[in-house]
């Protein structure tokens, strides 16, 4: 029976909350954190639990933040044995597609980030701009409202049905809201943004970005991903620097990489960070796909439990059937396993109690329930990720 075909997709900034991290900190992949920290040379811990909001709102540390917990989450789920058809991000959030296709690396990606949150931070200081999203008028009427007012507006990002952002100074955004309003938008809600993002505003953030992307090693993604500039399925690393260096004055295309999602044929959405903005966006332009987000531990549950009663079955790794009732144990880390001796079969296991260890690296369940099964022996050198246990739970 085939595969649940989903898309993986990713916030981008605006999507941060204060202490947006903590219900993590436990958890195997929040060791990506003091990798992030360590190659951005910032406490990045620090952003993901103690930044306030207004901290937050700051552009390097939105998008640095944002960036690092959609890796956690997706690296959790990737545990769990979930793979994905394809990927696609919103904005700041296509450098985590990257990142997740293996067209670049975690370190590459943390870099370029830093780099392209403190070039935009930059950009915006020097040419004060702000964003503001229209409701309920058809993208077109939008773009009329923009070109018919005197001052700098643009589009920004065409979200869904009925939701397009436009970008520029105050007063311009201000005269744009009047004009779409007289064409009938229901609504004009002002964005807290630090800049006008993806227009002309940020030109020379996009210079500079060109030379952190010159020294990026690129490579061909696993699976395809969907670009914001036009909306369409990559399967190379050719174009990768130009697009990403073009997505900085340029509108993001969601409603449209939604819809070149659908036609791939994706059963699931699934929106991997902080909040569920881009679920909402989905339900919105392709209601008939099915959605659903991972934000939290406690959405990994609920993610099994829609894989679960989906149509099409997805697998574990391994090509066993992983049903609601079943979860697996992975290895954190490369090395020999050894089993903790007082382990045993049938056993009642908690969420954190250790089962064993690979190397140096602790083996922690990140479930409650009965130990079924342990699917590596003792002395057998695993890999990051492998199966190492099997669990089943009550439902």
Not at 153 to 173: E, H, L, R
Not at 264 to 272: F, K, P, R, T, W
Not at 324 to 337: I, M, W, Y
Not at 371 to 392: N, Y
Request: hydrophobic letters at 45%.
């Amino acid at each position: 029976m085939p595969s649940t075909q989903i898309a993986f997709t990713y916030p981008g900034q605006g999507s941060q909350a204060p202490a947006m991290g903590a219900p993590w900190v436990d958890h195997p992949s929040w060791e990506l954190v003091a990798e992030a920290t360590e190659v951005a040379e910032r406490d990045v811990a620090k952003l993901l639990l103690d930044a306030d909001a207004e901290e937050l709102k700051e552009t390097r540390n939105a998008q640095l933040s944002t960036f690092v917990l959609s890796m956690v989450v997706l690296d959790a789920v990737e545990r769990l044995g979930v793979e994905p058809a394809l990927h696609a991000g919103h904005s700041l959030g296509e450098y985590s597609a990257l990142v997740a296709s293996g067209a670049i690396s975690f370190a590459d990606g943390v870099r370029l980030v830093t780099e392209r949150g403190n070039a935009m931070q930059a950009a915006a200081d020097a040419t004060p701009g702000t964003m503001a999203a229209i409701l309920g008028l058809d993208d077109e009427l939008v773009e009329l409202a923009c070109n018919k007012t005197d001052g700098d507006v643009f589009v920004a990002n065409f979200n869904a049905p009925g939701q397009v952002v436009i970008a520029g100074s105050a007063s311009a955004i201000e005269e744009a809201g009047v004009l779409a309003k007289s064409l009938g938008a229901k609504r004009v809600m002002p964005i807290k943004v630090g800049g006008a993002f993806h227009t002309p505003f940020m030109a020379a953030a996009g210079e500079r970005l060109q030379k952190a992307l010159a020294d990026i090693d690129f490579r061909s993604p696993n699976r395809p991903v969907v670009a914001n500039v036009d909306a369409s399925i990559h399967t190379t690393e050719s174009e990768w620097r130009h697009l990403l260096s073009a997505q900085l004055t340029s509108p993001v295309r969601w409603r449209q990489s939604l819809h070149a999602i659908e036609e791939s044929g994706a059963d699931l959405i699934l929106e991997l960070g902080p909040g569920s903005v881009l679920t909402g966006m989905a339900k919105r332009t392709i209601g008939d796909v099915s959605r659903a987000s991972v934000a939290k531990p406690d959405d990994l549950d609920r993610l099994l439990e829609e894989l679960a009663h989906s149509p099409k079955i997805d697998r574990s790794p391994d090509g066993e059937v992983l049903y609601a009732s079943e979860r697996l144990v992975v290895s954190p880390g490369s090395g020999v396993f050894r089993p903790l001796s007082s382990t045993q079969i049938g056993e009642r296991v908690s969420a954190g109690d250790l089962i064993g260890h690979v190397g140096t690296n602790e083996v922690r369940t990140a479930f409650a329930g009965t130990l079924h099964g342990v699917l590596a022996i003792e002395g057998e050198r695993v890999a990051s990720a492998q199966p190492i246990a099997w669990l089943r739970v009550s439902t």
